[in-house]
């Protein structure tokens, strides 16, 4: 909250002295964006980081790398939001362009391609993103180790895939490996490894181990409620799973208040179409 006026003010400056085309007035006019879309306000944060990539287009290029960066931005919130018709495209151009400028083993073209395939994966297009999945994770283990941060979250995605596929018995190891590895490199308050703890709650859940499943649930939502607050989409999710899971367990009296809260959340910040909120 205290960051927000300040990246306002330096936005603001920087527009009237070097103008809204100005490399580093769009830098401003992009950290806003994300910042907003960090604290959960999509509906502020997507003019922004349109602004500045219709702008970057116009000035840098499609292929430039900072034309790829916003794109790669704005793709995320649109997903983030629920629009997976419109991110898609986003995605599927950043992944083209870097396959041909840094080849199909570089980094930052395994990134992308983990990045197309979440999008997919949300479609339901569940055996093209295995494919993206699968390949990534391959040549990330080849090129930068099974320990590296880029790795890890693509064993975690390809985890989430299993899961959604039924497959829960393959999913479970590679999210265990995810989350341990992401504890030790990122730590246990890192949002990824948060995101990696509430996801292996939620398939203990389903496998119906309700006993290992809440300490995790609990510390994927407190530790988001610390580090991201209490109207983060990611926030909303843990306070939601957590009422599920202890209405499972039959404890109504302690899962309403949960539910409520996450339902009201949703609304504010998704509004009452979205997905998650309905």
Do not use: W
């Not at 395994?110 to 999945?133: P, Y």
């Not at 975690?156 to 490996?177: I, Q, W």
């Not at 292996?200 to 580090?227: H, N, S, V, W």
């Not at 404890?251 to 998704?270: H, I």
């Amino acid at each position: 909250d205290e960051a927000e006026p300040l990246f306002r003010e330096v936005m603001e400056v920087k527009r009237e002295i070097l103008g809204s085309q100005h490399p580093r007035t769009l830098i401003s006019i992009n950290n806003l964006g994300l910042l907003l879309r960090l604290k959960g306000d999509l509906a502020a944060a997507e003019p922004l980081l349109c602004e500045a990539l219709e702008v970057k287009r116009e000035t840098l290029g499609n292929r430039h790398p900072s034309t790829l960066n916003s794109i790669n931005n704005l793709g995320a919130l649109l997903q983030v939001k629920g629009d997976f018709t419109a991110a898609e495209p986003l995605f599927r151009e950043e992944l083209g362009v870097l396959r041909e400028t840094k080849g199909g083993r570089h980094p930052s073209t395994l990134i992308s391609m983990n990045g197309l395939g979440r999008v997919l994966q949300d479609k339901g297009d569940l055996a093209t993103a295995e494919q993206l999945f699968r390949e990534a994770l391959g040549r990330l283990r080849e090129t930068l180790g099974d320990r590296h941060p880029h790795t890890l979250i693509s064993i975690h995605n390809l985890g989430s895939l299993l899961e959604a596929k039924g497959d829960l018995a393959a999913a479970e190891p590679l999210y265990r490996e995810a989350l341990e590895g992401l504890r030790a490199t990122l730590g246990n308050r890192h949002p990824r490894t948060l995101r990696s703890i509430g996801n292996l709650d939620l398939l203990l859940q389903d496998k119906g181990d309700l006993a290992a499943a809440e300490p995790l649930c609990r510390e994927a939502m407190e530790g988001q409620r610390e580090t991201l607050g209490n109207r983060h989409p990611d926030t909303l999710e843990s306070i939601y799973n957590l009422g599920l899971l202890l209405e499972d367990k039959g404890d109504l009296a302690a899962a309403e208040p949960l539910l409520r809260e996450a339902l009201e959340g949703q609304r504010e910040t998704l509004g009452d179409r979205h997905a998650s909120t309905l």
